[in-house]
């Protein structure tokens, strides 16, 4: 049977999943993700994991639609809060701020213990999630980006690790790549740095001070990752 149709945001965080994982979807709303992957073969199990009733009452309609019930289990959880390490391989957690998804592994120290590969899909905060992954054991693999209508997404392959540090650039908008999307990628976290910039133009004191030199030197180390990126395109 063919599965429910991915978002192309969504099937960037279905390729990042390693095949014949058992996987987590924690905060899965209707469970597109796990029930597109297992209908395709690439896992065999998922448990769908969600903090409200009603998308977890979603999910489960999708499962029964395509009759995947003997292959998922549901949990209505705060984040892994409700899953077992011994029951899953591979957690994904996609949609969600970047201060949630980091809030949720920290409460989970077993993913980190077992190196449980993770797949992120951040959609606010990421210089705090990067941060917060540096800062705990876990070096992010993997990168990529995926265009849908307007917007464009990241999501990030995660293992326990330690991670040469990132830049303050680098936090803001991962390692540069050859991807080209990346150009795009670079330009909207430069403007949103200038705008930041011109919005703290007037303001005066200490702490303004001390951001403004933080921004700029965001900016300067996103302006250089585009022209490298730039000479790659060549
Ligand atoms: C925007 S939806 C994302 C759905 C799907 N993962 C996706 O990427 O399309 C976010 C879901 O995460 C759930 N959620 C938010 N915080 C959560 C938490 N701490 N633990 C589990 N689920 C959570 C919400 O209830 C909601 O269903």
Known sequence: MKGPELS???????????????????????????????????????????????????????????????????????????????EVDAVAIAGMGGETIAAILSAAPWVRERDVPLILQPMSSFPDLRKWLQANGFVIQEEQLAREGKNIYTALLVRAGEMEPLSPAELWAGRNRADPLRGAWLDRWLARTLRALE????????????????????????????????????
């Open 8 to 86: 192309p945001r969504l099937r960037m965080v279905g390729e990042l999943v390693p095949s014949g994982v058992r996987l987590a979807d924690v905060g899965t709303d209707h469970a597109y993700l796990p029930a597109a992957l297992i209908l395709e073969g690439k896992i065999p199990f998922a448990v769908a994991a969600d903090l409200r009733r009603g998308p977890l009452e979603r999910a489960r309609a999708t499962v029964r639609a395509y009759g995947l019930t003997r292959s998922m289990a549901f949990r209505l959880c705060n984040g892994l809060s409700g899953i077992h390490p011994d």
């Open 199 to 234: 919005g703290m133009a007037q303001a005066q004191g200490k702490d303004v001070l001390s951001r403004k030199l933080e921004l700029e030197e965001v900016r300067r180390g996103l302006a250089d990752m585009k022209k490298e990126w730039e000479q790659w395109q060549a």
